[in-house]
Nanobody, 124 residues
Framework: HLVESGGGLVQPGDSLRLACTASGRTFTNAAMAWFRQTSGKEREFVAALSRLARNTYYAESVKGRFTVSGDNDENIRYLQMNSLKPEDTAVYYC???????????????????WGQGTQVTVSS
């Protein structure tokens, strides 16, 4: 069971940090990812963190602005979002899969565990 938090309404250029916690499971040996979705569109890959939080991967649209990280002791994963743009507005989801993703890490069907999502709105 994954739970996202940290979403909200911010202005362009602001920052937000999303958190994803896991209950009943540990992230340590799980690959995880962040996806986002806007109304009428397919879920879009944002960033991924390999098991043991060793490696990070980013969509081109967020590279240099977003940072994914993890705290294995606290069993939590973060998405730090800086220099937010209106086009970053979406519902953000965290996803996880034991070990490695079952498919490409930037494809949502590669993950079996999902949170309920948290809304991020960037608007002036």
């Amino acid at each position: 069971h994954l739970v996202e938090s940290g979403g909200g309404l911010v202005q362009p250029g602001d920052s937000l940090r999303l958190a994803c916690t896991a209950s009943g499971r540990t992230f340590t040996n799980a690959a995880m990812a962040w996806f986002r979705q806007t109304s009428g569109k397919e879920r879009e890959f944002v960033a991924a963190l390999s098991r043991l939080a060793r490696n990070t991967y980013y969509a081109e649209s967020v590279k240099g602005r977003f940072t994914v990280s993890g705290d294995n002791d606290e069993n939590i994963r973060y998405l730090q979002m800086n220099s937010l743009k209106p086009e970053d507005t979406a519902v953000y989801y965290c996803a996880a899969e034991a070990g490695a993703p079952s498919g490409p890490r930037d494809v949502d069907t590669s993950y079996n565990y999902w949170g309920q999502g948290t809304q991020v709105t960037v608007s002036s």
